[in-house]
């Protein structure tokens, strides 16, 4: 465990050690719980769509349980449901440590907390009724896109002035990229969800597909890396290799990232200067990527022993592999002769299921796997059903990725073969679906043992004396 | 006669595009003032470490 090995700590020049303020974490602790109540839920609904792959029939003719009502259930279930609820969880509890300072409300914290579940609840009875904006990713009726909107300036104000009444004057780099995350998030959503809807055809696809490649590289990819460069040297109780280049990747990201949207619609009818600048913005993205990965791998210079036993450097750790992959696939599949074939086909699914699941919930999974221990005065309920939840859900992923990038390249070969008719290359992709239904089968043991951990830590915390005398 | 939003709306996300590229260049230049690509830009690495109490158990 990181305390029993902080020999390996060096010396830095402002020890602060014995001057802690008392944290609450009482809405760190509302969000966490209640994402990895919807990681479980949605983990079903994951399952359930996969078997409809392999047998379409499943579950019959009965409308709230169709494809086309169940996908943006599992897609905006796992995002907003999940993900971001446990990173904005996680950003609750580390950045009044890294300010040296309380939470500025945890009022407006709890108050956050309630208004995220009602969205989340208020997204399953609406998507399920088919109360859908037909639009990817933003499939949320108005309504609970303007409630998105307030609770995100809520969290904002709240994170924005515990860290204007911050003790140091130098932040650290998690702090620029939780501040990056808001901000960005802010602009890509009102695109995303309002600016879209007075939009037509192909302006309208444009500033749909800016907004799905940015929810994702300018939302979950900094509050991930937040995450990341928290619990990267937390948990392995090693100084991080180098915070100006940190800073540089921060940067890098910033300037490059936004343009790349519209290589989603490559071959598509948009201008051609338009697909050039998303193509080149794409492979000028392996410049941050580089800085962030190297970074972290550089800090685990002669700290690898401890992946042996250490679970949230586990999941940590393989995130970041998967975060250098999908990161390399990502401009590479933007080059036109690569994306004629794989564009629209499985590939595209393999690549972000690495992304939101192998890299930014991978970070997410570790950030609790630590936090929640610490804030429940505890220890984790079991070391083993960690370990377990960590091979289920690397081999379910694995299993998941590869399946997905070679049936889809696959597809994408037969899809540019016109003497094929379609329905011949949906019949050629079933073994791979199988796979697909079996590897996520795996994922969702990986869900179930991760939360059953988590709650059994938590329920377990009541019976600690130390906690009880709390 | 219906009205036709997609340049307007084009443009809103174009201005909000480079209101965040101004910040960005902004926050930007005032990080490089600041000192955090600068020599003593290693002093919040140490720090986060000891940013709690051992094992978060608070006192």
């Not at chain 1, 690549?351 to 796997?369: D, E, P, Q, R, W």
């Not at chain 1, 003497?419 to 011949?424: E, G, H, L, V």
């Amino acid at each position: 465990m990181p305390e029993e090995i902080s020999n390996t700590v060096k010396s830095g020049p402002a020890g602060i050690a014995g001057s802690w303020p008392e944290h609450e974490d009482t809405t760190a602790k509302w969000f966490l719980i209640s994402s990895i109540a919807y990681f479980f839920i949605v983990g079903i609904i994951a399952v359930t769509i996969a078997a409809k792959f392999v047998w379409p029939s499943l579950l019959g003719t009965v409308q709230y349980l169709t494809y086309g009502r169940l996908r943006p259930l599992h897609v905006n279930g796992m995002l907003f449901g999940w993900l971001l609820a446990a990173d904005m969880g996680l950003t609750y509890y580390l950045v009044p440590r890294l300010c040296g300072v309380k939470l500025w409300s945890e009022k407006l914290g709890v108050a956050t907390a309630a208004l995220w579940n009602v969205i989340v609840l208020g997204a399953v009875v609406c998507l399920l009724m088919g109360w859908n904006q037909g639009l990817e990713y933003a499939e949320l009726p108005l309504p609970l896109d303007v409630l998105v909107v307030v609770a995100w300036i809520m969290f904002g104000a709240n994170i924005f002035m515990t860290i204007a009444s911050r003790k140091y004057d130098q932040m650290y780099v998690s702090i620029w990229y939780i501040m990056g995350t808001i901000l960005w998030t802010a602009f890509v959503y009102l695109t995303g969800n309002f600016a879209v809807l007075f939009a037509t055809g192909t302006n309208q696809a444009n500033l749909n597909w800016m907004y799905v490649h940015n929810a994702v590289g300018l939302i979950f990819t900094p509050v991930g890396l937040a995450l990341a460069y928290y619990f990267i040297p937390k948990a392995s109780n090693t100084p991080l290799y180098s915070h100006k280049l940190s800073m540089i990747g921060f940067w890098s990201l910033a300037f490059v990232y936004v343009w790349t949207g519209a290589h989603h619609m490559l071959h598509g009818p948009i201008s051609q200067w338009l697909q050039t600048i998303a193509i080149a913005f794409s492979l000028m993205l392996l410049i941050p990527v580089w800085a962030v990965v190297y970074n972290f791998f550089a800090t685990m210079k002669g700290q690898w022993h401890q992946l042996k036993d250490n679970v949230p450097l586990k999941f940590l750790m393989s995130g970041v592999v998967f975060y250098l992959l999908t990161c390399f696939q990502g401009p590479m599949h933007s080059l036109r002769s690569v994306n004629a074939i794989v564009s629209k086909t499985d590939w595209i699914p393999g690549h972000a299921h690495m992304a939101v699941l192998g890299a930014f919930s991978f970070f997410a999974i570790a950030g609790t796997y630590f936090m929640i221990p610490r804030v429940f005065r505890t220890r984790l309920f079991s070391e083993s059903l960690g370990n377990w939840s960590f091979w289920f859900l690397m081999l379910g992923g694995l299993g998941f990725f590869t399946t997905l990038w070679l049936g889809g390249f696959w597809q994408g070969w037969q899809w540019n073969n016109p003497a094929i008719p379609f329905i011949d290359t949906v019949i050629a992709l079933k073994p791979v679906w199988i796979v697909r239904f079996f590897s996520g089968i795996l994922m969702f043991l990986g869900i179930v043992s991760f939360a059953y951990n988590i709650m059994a830590t938590i329920i377990g915390a009541k019976d600690n004396p130390e906690t009880a005398a709390a | 006669m219906q009205q036709d939003y997609v340049y307007p709306s084009i443009y809103f996300s174009y201005f909000f595009f480079a209101l965040m590229a101004a910040g960005a260049l902004y926050f930007f230049l005032k990080t490089w003032r600041s000192g955090y690509l600068g020599e003593n830009s290693e002093e919040p690495k140490y720090r986060m470490l000891e940013d709690d109490a051992p094992g978060g158990q608070q006192k």
